[in-house]
């Protein structure tokens, strides 16, 4: 990821250019390490985005909200004490380094204007965004405290004078002559390790250049006169690999975009190792993955407790033939020999010496009543067992496909409700969601409804769709629910297809050929009472085989 300096000072010459001399209206904190700030200038409204995260810290405006916690978090009370309706007057680049102050002017409790500094440190997991007060130099507060048992050298904490990252023994690229770079050999590990502010892919851009110093020069004119070539770099895969404001021939096609902004914006939404869903959705992966393994090692205890109590008839025997050859058992005796009278054969059966035959008899009746009872209960706790198996691996797949921020949070608020997660202490009340299901269009113009999670399953099958539509669910294989709304017509072969093969794009079987997709009328679905979210029992239904696709014309409903 090249987040270098020159990027950092191609972001702070386009977020000054549109920003200084505007007015801070809102600050938020959607997550414990992401700021986002509502600015007003003249020239219109602008979102900053800001992220101290240690995969993918950056800095740029945005043009979507990020959701936000119910209640504010600490640090976003303090900025907004202390920036709320603060100016921005001026916005730039320490030195060479992934580093980036935004002064601002306050009005503070007294009606005193003060100046505040927010230094945004972009440095892997070093990242951090810190508020400074310009007339002390102390920290006012930051976004991850450092203690000095994190780091003797530099401590990051309110009240301690704030002092800049410790510069790295580099010439910095906007300082380094013609001379001192000529010198040094033409290599990329020695540009690296000698200019500071560059990453791989540039001093891999200047070793394979004719001429090095001139190729950096055409790059600190571009920065200079902010004529940047903004450009997301794609892998053979067509996944983002790379970006930079400065042309680089590593990589088989790119992406152009008007502003570096755009360009971060792309880049972090479209990688999936910096993607906030899936870091969102690990935690929950494992918490349902545990649960499994518990259930499944469960499920085969139960079988291994029922294999017994069914092998239980010979306590019954026991029972009936010591009833029967009472008078053949010596007193303090730990075992008797009897006739079988059922085939005539001989049973050696074992005695607790401690009680007379008729108590043992008695035992062994009992043994054979519990056995019996173990039988009934086991069977209703492998069914449950069952049940929760089959609903813990929808909810897996689900997760495993979730493309939003939202359907996490969904899934997540679905097994607290299911009781495979503690309800979490967070202040503030929580917005109820409305279902807002994949919508599609088949090629006759019927309406096509699928499901984000279970919950939205039953929603759409027992409460949106009609008794004469149409319900689709891939067999025995985790997916969505799909509901083709009929509308009143009758339906083509072309549209029951259509229908099938999203709800088998929309399931576990999405990778497969030929996937079983059974169908029926809705009126024939049934949800059992005290089953799981999006549990439920059908009949009428046929069945057909489907390659997973869905309409290349798609619709989601924005969450």
Same mark, same amino acid.
């Given at each position: 990821m090249a987040f270098d300096g020159i990027v950092t000072s191609a972001v702070a010459s386009e977020l000054k250019n549109a920003l200084v001399l505007g007015k801070i209206e809102k600050v938020y904190q959607p997550e414990p390490d992401e700021l986002v700030f509502h600015i007003h200038t @003249? +020239?219109? /409204?602008h979102k900053l985005y800001a992220s101290a995260s240690s995969n993918h810290a950056r800095i740029h405006l945005v043009k979507e909200n990020p959701p936000n916690p119910p209640s504010p978090l600490g640090f976003c009370m303090l900025l907004r004490k202390h920036l709320q309706g603060g100016r921005i007057t001026d916005i730039a680049q320490k030195d060479s380094e992934r580093v980036i102050e935004m002064t601002m002017e306050t009005i503070d409790e007294l009606g005193f204007s003060v100046n505040k500094k927010l230094i945004f440190e972009i440095m892997g +997991?070093?990242?951090n965004i810190v508020l400074v007060d310009m007339n002390t130099g102390k920290i006012m507060d930051s976004i991850k405290r450092v203690s000095i048992d994190v780091n003797r050298a530099r401590q990051i904490l309110p009240g301690k004078s704030y002092k800049y990252p410790p510069a790295q023994d580099k010439i910095p690229f906007l300082a380094i002559s013609q001379e001192q770079l000529e010198s040094l050999e033409k290599s990329p590990k020695v540009y690296l390790s000698t200019i500071g502010g560059i990453s791989p892919a540039i001093a891999q851009v200047l070793a394979d250049s004719p001429a090095p110093y001139h190729r950096l020069e055409q790059i600190r004119t571009a920065l200079k006169t902010m004529a940047f070539s903004p450009q997301v770099y794609l892998k053979e895969d067509g996944s983002p690999g790379d970006f930079h404001v400065v042309p680089l021939d590593l990589y088989p096609s790119q992406i152009a975009f008007e502003t570096a902004s755009e360009m971060l914006d792309y880049f972090f939404l479209h990688r999936e190792s910096s993607n906030r869903v899936k870091q969102k959705s690990s935690d929950l992966e494992k918490v349902v993955s545990t649960a499994l393994? @518990?259930?499944?090692? @469960?499920?085969?205890?139960? =079988? !291994?407790?029922?294999?017994?109590? !069914? /092998?239980? !008839?010979?306590?019954?025997? #026991?029972g009936e033939l010591l009833t029967a050859s009472i008078h053949l058992v010596?007193? =303090?005796a730990d075992k008797v020999m009897v006739t079988n009278y059922y085939d005539g054969n001989q049973v050696e059966i074992?005695?607790?010496?401690k009680y007379p035959a008729a108590k043992n008899a008695q035992r062994y009746f009992k043994k054979y009543g519990k056995a019996k009872t173990a039988i009934k209960e086991k069977k209703v706790q492998m069914e449950e067992t069952d049940q929760d198996i089959l609903y813990l691996e929808s909810v897996l797949s689900f997760l495993n496909q979730a493309a939003a921020i939202e359907e996490v949070d969904s899934i997540r608020q679905e097994l607290t409700e299911a009781g495979f997660l503690r309800k979490r202490k967070t202040p503030g009340i929580r917005k109820k969601e409305k279902a807002r299901p994949y919508e599609y269009r088949t090629d006759d113009g019927l309406r096509i409804l699928a499901g984000h999670n279970n919950k939205e399953n039953d929603i759409l099958t027992l409460k949106m769709a009609g008794p004469k539509d149409y319900w689709f669910h891939t067999k025995d294989i985790p997916g969505s629910h799909v509901i083709l709304f009929t509308e009143g017509r009758e339906l083509s072969e072309s549209a029951i297809f259509d229908a099938a093969a999203i709800a088998a794009y929309h399931s576990k079987g999405r990778s497969s050929e030929n996937v079983p997709v059974d169908y029926t009328?809705?009126? #024939?679905? @049934?949800k059992p009472a005290g089953a799981r979210p999006g549990m439920v029992i059908f009949t009428h239904n046929r069945t057909v085989y489907v390659t997973p696709k869905v309409p290349e014309s798609t619709g989601s409903p924005s969450r």
């Open positions: @003249k +020239k219109g /409204n +997991k070093h990242s393994d @518990k259930l499944r090692l @469960k499920r085969q205890r139960l =079988g !291994e407790d029922l294999l017994r109590a !069914e /092998n239980s !008839e010979q306590y019954r025997l #026991y010596t007193p =303090g074992p005695l607790d010496p009328q809705v009126r #024939y679905v @049934k």
